[in-house]
Nanobody, 116 residues
Framework: QVQLLESGGDLVQPGGSLRLSCAASGFTFRVWSMNWYRQGPGKERELVASITADGGSTDYVDSVKGRFTISRDNAKNTVYLQMNSLKPEDTAVYYC?????????WGQGTQVTVSS
């Protein structure tokens, strides 16, 4: 079955950096677009970044453009989210997501806390 396992979340100071990873299994990773979502305290879950199957195209929510970079390694079945210049408002649980045949699959999430 589809499994998505996120890692890399941590407590970091404002202005710091983190790299999240999502290891995928149970499906043909290289043919599917992948997404990162986040859900902050008291907020709805929002789409942060997307990447196409071949990694050739990416998209970001306006609030992270220029600071976050999504990438993937199809040989390792892994998608990454490099987060730089982190702000307190980036504090959230970050989720890896794949949409296959009209169904959403989610990982368990990894906590990112940006605080001094």
């Amino acid at each position: 079955q589809v499994q998505l396992l996120e890692s890399g979340g941590d407590l970091v100071q404002p202005g710091g950096s983190l790299r999240l990873s999502c290891a995928a299994s149970g499906f043909t990773f290289r043919v599917w677009s992948m997404n990162w979502y986040r859900q902050g305290p008291g907020k709805e879950r929002e789409l942060v970044a997307s990447i196409t199957a071949d990694g050739g195209s990416t998209d970001y929510v306006d609030s992270v453009k220029g600071r976050f970079t999504i990438s993937r390694d199809n040989a390792k079945n892994t998608v990454y989210l490099q987060m730089n210049s982190l702000k307190p408002e980036d504090t959230a649980v970050y989720y890896c997501n794949v949409k296959r045949y009209g169904r959403d699959y989610w990982g368990q999430g990894t906590q990112v806390t940006v605080s001094s």
